[in-house]
Nanobody
Framework: QVRLTESGGGSVPAGGSVRLSCAES????????LSWYRQGPGSVRDLVSS???????KYGDFVKGRFTVSQDNDRKTLTLQMNSLEPEDTAMYYC??????????????WGQGTQVTVSS
């Protein structure tokens, strides 16, 4: 029911910037929210950023103030602005849709991911 379309990944030199976007589409009767995760080579999938129901942004410790997350008014698009990128930021970045209440018909969805490669 819910489809996630990610865009904006690519290669960038160290210190550069990348803007990722996640667009939610498709019909669902379930209420949910979007967030960004990433997984580097040989690493677990970690939360990069999310926005809670109160509009407060949350970031992983590795962000170190370099990233900014935002969403549109209907909360169907989540944008991640990443600045001052480091080689350690190289990873596959995934958008995730999480239902407010998980049920048999309301389950989490993952985007296919977009690769961000930071060269040194």
């Amino acid at each position: 029911q819910v489809r996630l379309t990610e865009s904006g990944g690519g290669s960038v030199p160290a210190g550069g910037s990348v803007r990722l976007s996640c667009a939610e589409s498709g019909y669902t009767s379930c209420k949910g929210g979007l967030s960004w995760y990433r997984q580097g080579p040989g690493s677990v999938r970690d939360l990069v950023s999310s926005i809670d129901t109160a509009g407060n942004a949350k970031y992983g410790d590795f962000v170190k103030g370099r990233f900014t997350v935002s969403q549109d008014n209907d909360r169907k698009t989540l944008t991640l602005q990443m600045n001052s990128l480091e080689p350690e930021d190289t990873a596959m970045y995934y958008c995730k849709w999480t239902p407010v209440v998980t049920s048999r018909s309301c389950v989490s969805r993952w985007g296919q991911g977009t690769q961000v490669t930071v060269s040194s």
